[in-house]
């Protein structure tokens, strides 16, 4: 038996999601449009974090690393895996542009240090190897050109922001996806079949 489902459950989940991606426009024109109330602080940072992934995205990771600085001053410090794939996007960016020779000066002085670290060894060998083809885009690690990596790191830059500001790191409806997906997958294994189970949607809304 399913739960109803009311309006307000789904603005919720709509404006978790316009929130959490800094769609600012979409936010205001959303909330005039439903009469909701405009819930507080959550944005404030919104321009920022859009500033912020937007610089990521476009690979400009040295902007998008003093920006986050300024709004999250430790956030960096603390998550070093964040901070290395950062500093990556713009090792990446100076092979695109053939600044071979700064990109591995950029290497020796930013990313070699990680190499203290074991699990950043084998990521490093892979960057560095960027640098041995005429075309790195043509290369095994093509990949790490691509516009999804930089999606990638963007999104979990976005998630660590929002988690310092003791927010939820994924949106209302993704959250509901997730738990969705994870609890048809319980049940059908216990059932043996396929199964759609009841739920309610104010217990994804919840931080």
């Keep these: 038996m399913f739960l109803a489902i009311n309006d307000n459950d789904i603005h919720n989940i709509v404006l978790s999601y316009l929130v959490h991606n800094c769609y600012k426009e979409t ?49 960096l410090e603390k998550n070093k895996d964040l901070h290395f794939d950062l500093l990556s996007l713009h090792f990446v960016e100076l092979v695109c542009s053939r600044k071979c020779t700064e990109a591995l000066e950029f290497a020796q002085t930013k990313l070699t240090p990680f190499g203290k670290v074991q699990k950043y060894v084998e990521k490093l060998e892979d960057f560095m190897a960027l640098l041995a083809y005429e075309e790195p885009e043509k290369s095994p690690m093509f990949h790490l050109l691509s516009l999804e990596y930089r999606q990638h790191v963007a999104d979990n830059l976005n998630r660590a922001i929002l988690a310092h500001a003791e927010r939820p790191r994924y949106a209302a409806m993704e959250r509901l996806i997730q738990q969705t997906t994870a609890v048809r997958q319980c049940l059908s ?19």
């Design 27 to 75: 936010v205001d024109s959303f909330i005039s449009c439903t009469g909701m109330k405009q819930p507080a602080n959550c944005l404030e940072d919104m321009e920022m974090r859009k500033r912020i992934l937007h610089f990521a995205l476009e690979g400009n990771a040295l902007k998008a690393i003093e920006l986050t600085e300024e709004l999250a001053q430790d956030l």
């Design 189 to 207: 294994q216990e059932l043996g079949k396929d199964v759609h189970p009841p739920f309610s949607l104010k217990d994804f809304m919840k931080s």
